[in-house]
């Protein structure tokens, strides 16, 4: 945009995208304070408070004068507790020098692409997939390359699609397991075939690990960094914000290489100089204190999950597949004929249901919507109420 002084914004703002939920759900908050009812199913925030003895852990910091900048890669009692955790939950054998704490999982990401990517380099992404890998790789000039992930595959991408994608150019790797938007797993299987492609191409794995806990039917979470070659090239992302619903706490970690401790280092410092420091002291409480909220939560999304997928297979033209992991449905809605895009405007504007478009998150789902389900079982069942007597004056009209 130029304004009239001449003044105008710097030329790579152009290359740069969004993630739609932000700006969906103050669309969604407009309406509501016009009177409007709203079920909000577009955003991916556990709906549960963080944990009492973690806020308590905080307010105590507080008062203990935990107010003054910390070291630059978090507190040494927090990179201590991530990596005996990423231990524990990972088989991730980490030094906690290899641990940055930053401002939420994004700013791994950001790291990641500031640090690794060249302009003309190309960034392998998940599609569907979490938009800010896309949207980052642009912004610094690189191109995003989509790998298809489709429901038929049980939302798990097709490693031989993935190695006909990888050319001289090919960078680093996103992946994400537990995913976003399709609560799609990968299996040991996929990731193994993955790391043999990434050793073959020598690329960065980035692997999203951020639902690592948020699994269902007891599947195993498998990181990729615990498979051969894969320690030395894989940036495990991870944070707090879904696992203890502190997604305002704002605060994730990354788990580098040895090689890339300068490189988090000298972005950590030119960006955040440290994440906050009586947020870390609470977290400390996050990981080793008791995990019975985390436990009650899964067993909540659950039963969750279970009823937005039988009240979704329940509407005529829409199938959903059981998400294994995380706390998103991606259902197929192409039999109501609408797109995923049209859909989601009038369940906003005429049925008070916000949830996303498959669109959100790359061009593969086109015939999807995403469809939070961190809401109460009373509000999911509204909601799918709404959605199904919508669809069906679709059918009537
Ligand atoms: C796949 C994925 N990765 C990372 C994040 C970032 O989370 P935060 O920055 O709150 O840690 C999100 C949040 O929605 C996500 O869905």
């Known amino acids: 945009m130029t304004t009239s002084t001449g003044l105008r914004p710097a030329a790579r703002m152009s290359a740069i995208g969004t993630e739609s939920a932000f700006e969906v759900s103050a669309r969604a908050r407009a309406l509501e304070a016009e009177g409007r009812s709203i079920i909000h199913l577009q955003i991916g925030e556990p709906d549960f408070d963080t944990p009492a003895h973690v806020r308590e852990a905080a307010k105590r910091a507080l008062d203990d004068g935990a107010t003054h900048y910390a070291p630059f ?9 991530i990596a005996a955790d990423v231990q524990l939950r990972k088989g991730v054998a980490a030094d906690p020098k290899q641990v940055f704490v930053t401002v939420g999982g994004k700013g791994v990401m950001l790291y990641a692409i500031l640090g690794l990517v060249d302009p003309g380099d ?15 790789t642009t912004f610094v000039g690189a191109t995003a390359v989509p790998i298809p992930i489709r429901m038929e ?6 490693v031989d699609e993935l190695a006909s994608l990888i ?35 020598d690329l960065w794995v980035v692997s999203d690990e951020i639902y690592g806990r948020i699994l269902y039917d007891g599947e195993e979470h498998v990181s990729i960094a615990t498979l051969p070659g894969m320690a030395e090239r894989t940036i495990i992302l991870d944070g707090f914000s879904k696992t203890f619903a502190m997604t305002g706490w704002r605060l994730g970690y990354a788990v580098v290489p040895e090689s890339l401790i300068p490189t988090y280092a000298q972005l950590v410092i030119n960006t955040i100089s440290c994440a906050p420091t009586f947020a870390q002291v609470g977290a400390v409480a996050a990981l080793t204190g008791p995990q019975d909220d985390v436990e009650a939560m899964l067993v909540e999304f659950k039963a969750r999950r279970d009823l937005v997928v039988a009240g979704l297979n329940d509407i005529p033209g829409i199938r959903c597949a059981t998400p294994v992991g995380a706390f998103y449905a991606f259902p197929s809605i192409g039999g109501t004929g609408l797109s995923g895009a049209e859909l989601a405007e009038r369940l906003l504007h005429e049925a008070g249901v916000c949830v996303l478009a498959g669109t959100a998150f790359g061009g593969v789902g086109t015939d999807h919507i995403r469809i939070s389900y961190a809401n109460s079982r009373d509000n999911l069942s509204e909601a799918l109420g709404r959605i199904g007597r919508f669809v069906e004056g679709l059918g009537r009209g």
């Open 73 to 81: 890669p978090g507190i040494p009692a927090l990179r201590e507790a």
């Open 167 to 201: 050319t001289p150019r090919s960078r680093v790797l996103f992946i994400n397991s537990p995913a976003n938007p399709t609560g799609g797993v990968l299996t040991r299987d996929d990731l193994t075939r993955i790391a043999e492609l990434a050793v073959e191409h």
């Open 153 to 158: 595959n049980d939302f798990r991408l097709d």
């Open 122 to 136: 190309e960034v392998l992404v998940p599609d569907p997939g979490y938009p800010i890998y896309e949207s980052l």
